[in-house]
C-alpha cells in the first residue's frame, strides 16, 4: 500500500472522520492522545486541496518532521516550511540566500490553493509588511505589456533586486539594450525579456550556468526580492518620526548618566538616515518598520478560508512566552546602550 493510500484508509476511521466532519465546518476542536506519526497524518488527511492548510508547530524541529512526513504522505501537494531568520531587526547581517528564498517562496505558494504551510511559532513571532503591499508590488510581465526601462529598473531596485552586468544568482537583474534578464527568488531560472521598442516581443526562460534560452513562455511574474519591501512612504516624514524618537531617547539616557550611549545612539541614527535617504534600504532597516507600517506576521497572509492546526498548544504557548521573554530581555539590554529606540518593540 502506499502512503497515499494509508492516508485514505485512515480518513475513512470513523475517529477521523468526525475530525474532517468538523474541520470542513469551521469548528474548533481539540484533539487528543496523538503522538509521532499520528500528527502527520491527521494533518495529512484534514489538509483540504481547495484551501491553505498551516501547520504549527513549538520549534523548528519539530516543524521540519512534520514537514518530511508530509512530503512522503502526499509527494503530490506543495508543502513548504516557513523557518525563522533568529535574528533581531536591528543586526545588520546580510541574510543566508537559502534562507531568503525559503521564505519568499512560503509567501508565494501561501496564496496556491492545496499548499500546506509548516512553521514554528518563533518563525510567527517574526514581523512583516503588509500582505496588501507585499502582493501588490509583485510585477506580472506578458507579451502584452509595454516597458519602460528606467521605471522598471528603479522598481526592481525597490523590490531587493540588485542591478549587474550578467544575471548569475537570485535576487539579480540586468539590463542590455532591449535586453531584460530578471532572476526572482521565486522562480527556478531566471527570464529573459526581448523588447521591441517598449513592447515585449518574447518571453524566454534561461539556464543561468550557459545563458542559453529553455523554452518560451507567454509569462512571467516577479515576486519582491525581499519579504520586507519599503515602499509607499512618505520618507521625510518617516526621517523626521525617527530622529525625533532618537532625540528623546538620547535625553532620557543623557538623565541617567548615560552620555556615551546616548552619543552611540544619535551617531548610529544620523548614519541610518542618511542611509534611508541615498540608498532606500540598508542592513539593519528593518528596526525602523513601525515607523513606516503596522507589522504583520504569516498569519495575516493566510486566505480566509484557511485551515490552522497547532501541535500540542499549551507547548507552543509556553515555547511563545519564553521566546518573548527573551527578546525583551535582549531590547531592555540594547536600549540601555543606545542601540535601539524603544519603538523596535512594537515587533
Not at 537570485?170 to 522562480?187: E, H, L, N, P, W
Not at 512571467?220 to 523626521?240: K, L, S
Not at 536600549?335 to 518593540?345: F, T, V
Request: charged share 25%; hydrophobic share 40%; glycine share 4%.
Amino acid at each position: 500500500m502506499s502512503l497515499q493510500g494509508l492516508v485514505d484508509l485512515i480518513s475513512e476511521s470513523g475517529e477521523f472522520q468526525s475530525v474532517i466532519e468538523r474541520t470542513a465546518k469551521r469548528e474548533k476542536q481539540l484533539v487528543l492522545g496523538l503522538t509521532g506519526s499520528q500528527k502527520s497524518l491527521l494533518t495529512a488527511a484534514v489538509a483540504d486541496q481547495r484551501k491553505i492548510t498551516m501547520f504549527i508547530s513549538y520549534n523548528q524541529h519539530q516543524t521540519e518532521m512534520i514537514a518530511q512526513d508530509l512530503h512522503n504522505l502526499l509527494p503530490d501537494r506543495l508543502i513548504s516550511v516557513f523557518s525563522p531568520y533568529e535574528l533581531f531587526p536591528h543586526e545588520e547581517v546580510i541574510v543566508d540566500w537559502e534562507l531568503r528564498k525559503n521564505r519568499l517562496e512560503v509567501l508565494k505558494n501561501i496564496r496556491v490553493p492545496g499548499s500546506i504551510i509548516c512553521t514554528s511559532i518563533q518563525a510567527l513571532c517574526e514581523a512583516l509588511v503588509s500582505p496588501e503591499v507585499f502582493y501588490r508590488h509583485v510585477i506580472n510581465i506578458d507579451l502584452d505589456s509595454r516597458i519602460e526601462l528606467e521605471k522598471f529598473s528603479a522598481d526592481l531596485v525597490a523590490l531587493g533586486y540588485e542591478r549587474v552586468d550578467m544575471v548569475e544568482s537570485y535576487g539579480q537583474f540586468s539590463i542590455r539594450g532591449g535586453i531584460i534578464d530578471v532572476y526572482s527568488y521565486t522562480a527556478n531560472n531566471p527570464v529573459r525579456i526581448e523588447l521591441f521598442d517598449d513592447e515585449v516581443d518574447s518571453i524566454r526562460i534561461f539556464d543561468v550556468n550557459n545563458q542559453l534560452s529553455l523554452e518560451k513562455t507567454d509569462a512571467a511574474t516577479f515576486f519582491p526580492a525581499r519579504e520586507r519591501i519599503y515602499v509607499d512612504y512618505n520618507i521625510e516624514q518617516v526621517r523626521e518620526l525617527i530622529w525625533a524618537e532618537a532625540l528623546t531617547q538620547s535625553e532620557g539616557l543623557i538623565k541617567a548618566n548615560y552620555e556615551q550611549e546616548a552619543d552611540t545612539l544619535l551617531a548610529n541614527s544620523a548614519k541610518h538616515l542618511e542611509l534611508l535617504e541615498t540608498a532606500g534600504y540598508f542592513p539593519g532597516i528593518d528596526q525602523y518598520l513601525p515607523f513606516m507600517s503596522k507589522p504583520y506576521t504569516l498569519l495575516d497572509y493566510l486566505p480566509a478560508n484557511s485551515l490552522v492546526l497547532v501541535n500540542e498548544p499549551a507547548r507552543v504557548k509556553e515555547y511563545a512566552k519564553l521566546y518573548l521573554q527573551d527578546v525583551s530581555e535582549t531590547i531592555f539590554g540594547l536600549l540601555a546602550k543606545g542601540r535601539i529606540l524603544p519603538n523596535i518593540a512594537d515587533m
